[in-house]
């Protein structure tokens, strides 16, 4: 498999769905700026975010794709449609009993998440309602999850890439040709979430035919909890659940300490998040996803050479990559912000909070990066307590930044907490891939860093210069004159700091050779 051609491949269908996602967010930001009722329709997404996270792409995913891989390549065909069917029917039995307790207990769960929507009844009953309607969202989304964790398995990469897409477009929709007509507007996007589910499960099922791995459902869940290969996904989800929902945990007591504070903080963090997801996805997620099913052939075949060159390939991408995007990100947090967002009933305070929110994400990008790339290490060889031992350490060192952040920079700190935190996440599973000696470093990484550096300090200090050059907020008088303005900046960045890197000798051969192995 040619590295380089398939995450271009999986990068230009993330880059697809992140500018999908970004025209939604501009949208919704330009309808409903920043209030008590967008952080409630925040709130409420999120609930069935987390469940989706915790069940279905981060812990199914984690246990699912190394047996998987294991079947395809060592027992055939047969055993591992089997697999799949009885896969498939335990989840879905699994996904309708917490669809239907979760609807029940809806109030009880928002009020969890989110305590400070108590002082807005309208607020907090708003979130119920549209907590309720998107709750089936999960369901559809361990599908996906499942059908994802299939296709990358067979090297099909594009639809599990492009699935996103579909809920951009499904809340674009809903923004400009349903809100408008609906008594409450915001409700609208929690119908166009449950929608988004439908058409994603939809896209995949074709593939899945092609491929021979459309899964069989029954209606006795029994008959997939006694297949042997469904009790080891079983035991390796145990844990696994437990490794993700520490960052769930996490990000769960960052929403309630978010709704305490000043109207907006959640909305305004999410905006910031919004911005993020470009280079954590188009790298982060793109690269695990390429390294988790190649990582497992690689241990299935004994390959261990292979194994540590596709880490160590992986490494230096993200580092080339995501190190500069998080100084644009920290420098450029303002012209982003307002040129992206300050319109309608986005007003100029949201400018400057998003701009802090930014900053602060931008500190820690790197780790969070960094961790999608480590974390694969281990879940392709089947090893989830080392990831589970070192979320839970990372969940007490966020929350114990909080203490120290939240009072000093409100929501900016509850955003500079999980940064650090990531970084420290990715520390520790360096520290622990390497002293089992699962990853061995490539010759080169002392002259790469040493380059990488130089580059990042003059794109830092040009960055600076050239914000400082306009205006960003009186600019919202003049909206293409704002966009080409960031254009300009963004195109100057990208030459203050590809330049440096190839007068210092950088090489693109030098990751096409680690990626031929």
């Known amino acids: 498999m040619n590295l380089h051609k398939t995450l271009a491949t999986i990068s230009g269908m993330t880059m697809l769905s992140r500018i999908t996602g970004l025209a939604r967010e501009i949208l919704f930001a330009r309808a409903f700026g920043a209030s008590a009722y967008t952080d409630a329709f925040n709130i409420a997404f999120r609930i069935p975010n987390l469940l989706r996270r915790l069940f279905a792409e981060g812990a199914f995913s984690q246990a699912f794709v190394p047996i998987l891989a294991e079947y395809k390549n060592q027992r055939g065909e047969e055993q591992t449609k089997h697999l799949v069917d009885h896969v498939a029917t335990v989840l879905m039995w699994v996904m309708l009993v917490t669809c239907v307790a979760g609807i029940v207990a809806t109030p009880f769960v928002v009020y969890f998440i989110a305590t400070g929507l108590q002082y807005n009844p309208e607020a907090f009953n708003a979130s119920v309602v549209m907590t309720r309607i998107m709750f089936p969202y999960i369901g559809f989304m361990a599908f996906v999850a499942l059908a994802g964790g299939i296709l990358n398995t067979w090297k099909e990469f594009k639809i599990p890439a492009f699935t996103s897409v579909l809920l ?7 923004s400009l040709f349903v809100a408008p ?4 507007p915001i409700y609208a996007m929690a119908f166009a979430v449950l929608v988004g589910g439908i058409l994603q499960v939809a896209l995949q099922l074709p593939a899945l035919v092609k491929i021979g791995m459309l899964p069989r459902l029954y209606w006795n869940p029994m008959i997939g909890l006694r297949d042997t290969g469904v ?3 079983l035991q390796k989800m145990g844990p696994a659940v437990f490794a993700v929902s520490a960052a769930q945990i996490s990000l769960m007591i960052n929403t309630n300490i978010a709704s305490r504070l000043e109207h907006g903080s959640v909305s305004w963090l999410s905006y910031a998040d919004r911005l993020m997801e470009f280079p954590t996805a188009l790298l982060g997620v793109a690269l695990g996803t390429i390294l988790l099913p190649s990582l497992s052939n690689a241990h299935s075949a004994d390959d261990m050479d292979e194994y540590s060159s596709l880490l160590d390939w992986g490494l230096r991408l993200t580092f080339m990559l995501a190190m500069p995007a998080a100084v644009a990100l920290a420098t450029l947090s303002e012209p982003l912000t307002a040129t992206l967002f300050h319109y309608g009933k986005f007003d100029n305070l949201s400018v400057t909070m998003t701009g802090h929110a930014l900053v602060a994400y931008g500190v820690g990008l790197i780790g969070l990066v960094t961790v999608k790339i480590l974390a694969p290490g281990f879940y392709a060889k089947q090893d989830i307590r080392t990831p589970v031992m070192i979320a839970v350490g990372v969940l007490i060192a966020t929350q114990l930044m909080n203490g120290i952040f939240v009072p000093m920079f409100a929501h900016a700190g509850l955003a500079l907490s999980i940064g650090l ?3 420290l996440n990715a520390a520790l599973l360096f520290v622990g891939l390497r002293r089992r000696r699962i990853y061995m470093p490539r010759p080169g990484w002392g002259i790469f860093l040493a380059r990488l550096a130089g580059a990042l300090l003059v794109l830092a200090g040009v960055s600076l210069w050239m914000a400082g050059q306009f205006d960003w907020i009186a600019l919202r008088a003049h909206p293409l004159g704002r966009i080409g303005a960031l254009m300009l900046v963004i195109a100057v960045c990208g030459l203050a700091y590809f330049g440096p890197l190839l007068a210092m000798g950088f090489r ?10």
Do not use: D, P
Request: glycine share 4%; with cysteine.
């Open 421 to 423: 935190g990531a970084c």
């Open 508 to 517: 693109l051969r030098e990751f096409k050779r680690i990626a031929r192995r």
């Open 231 to 233: 009790k080891r996904v």
């Open 168 to 174: 951009n477009l499904a809340f674009i929709v809903a």
């Open 181 to 184: 007509f609906m008594k409450q």
